[in-house]
C-alpha cells in the first residue's frame, strides 16, 4: 500500500492561495493516478481533482474549474495542488488518494492520506 503524505494547509483569506503537496512513498508511483478529495463538516467527501500518470490527463470539479490547478512530479513523488481565488466553501480538510486508472469515486480508491486543512475566511 502506497503512503501518502499531504501538507500545505491553513488559513487564508477569501481570495488569497495555497499550494497543497502530496508525497508518496512508492517508487511505482508513477504509475498511479492521483486525485485531490475534499471534505466539509457534515458533508460527503466530494472530488476536487485528479491527474493520471503521465500528467496528460486533468480533471476538476466544476466549482474549481480555473481556479485550481493540479500537476505533478514523478522525480519527486509528488502531486501538487495550487489553490487559487479561495472561497469559504472551498473551507474543508483536502486530502490526496491514489489508484491505478482513472474514476472521480472515491470509494475506487486505494490509498489515502491523513489530510490536511484548509480554511478560507470572509
Known amino acids: 500500500q502506497v503512503q501518502l503524505v499531504e501538507s500545505g494547509g491553513g488559513l487564508v483569506q477569501a481570495g488569497g492561495s495555497l499550494r497543497l503537496s502530496c508525497a508518496a512513498s512508492?517508487?511505482?508511483?508513477?504509475?498511479?493516478?492521483v486525485a485531490w478529495f475534499r471534505q466539509a463538516p457534515g458533508k460527503e467527501r466530494e472530488f476536487v481533482a485528479l491527474?493520471?500518470?503521465?500528467?496528460?490527463?486533468?480533471d476538476y470539479l466544476h466549482s474549481v474549474n480555473g481556479r485550481f490547478t493540479i500537476s505533478r512530479d514523478n522525480a519527486k513523488n509528488t502531486v501538487y495542488l495550487q489553490m487559487n481565488s479561495l472561497k469559504p466553501e472551498d473551507t474543508a480538510i483536502y486530502y490526496c488518494?491514489?489508484?491505478?486508472?482513472?474514476?472521480?469515486?472515491?470509494?475506487?480508491?486505494?490509498?489515502w492520506g491523513q489530510g490536511t486543512q484548509v480554511t478560507v475566511s470572509s
Open positions: 488518494a491514489v489508484r491505478v486508472g482513472t474514476t472521480i469515486r472515491p470509494q475506487e480508491y486505494d490509498s
Open positions: 512508492a517508487h511505482t508511483f508513477s504509475s498511479y493516478t
Open positions: 491527474i493520471n500518470w503521465s500528467g496528460s490527463h486533468t
